[in-house]
């Protein structure tokens, strides 16, 4: 977690806020379609459990990745009056 938060920071500080949100961005979204298809895979019969298990695992994993990227939270997400990282993995989940 600690390196993970290091190299975050490091990116925001060097100016590279920017190329950090959009590739979390990109990689979140990428990362829903795979969801997506697992959830079109699944049967009839166990699709909502499916589809509140991927919603949990979700939730979840953007915790972490907004606890990792909390100083490009602080810092470069209000500066530029972007969509908090935790708020951007939720939406794109819809």
Request: aromatic share 12%.
């Amino acid at each position: 977690f600690e390196e993970l938060y290091r190299n975050a920071y490091n990116l925001v500080l060097h100016k590279y806020g920017e190329l950090l949100y959009n590739g979390v961005q990109g990689v979140v979204a990428e990362h829903l379609k795979e969801v997506a298809q697992s959830c079109v895979d699944c049967p009839d019969d166990r699709l909502l459990d499916e589809l509140k298990r991927q919603w949990d695992d979700h939730k979840t994993t953007m915790v972490m990745i907004r606890d990792i990227l909390m100083y490009m939270d602080r810092n470069f997400v209000s500066q530029y009056k972007k969509v908090p990282v935790y708020e951007m993995g939720l939406i794109i989940f819809r």
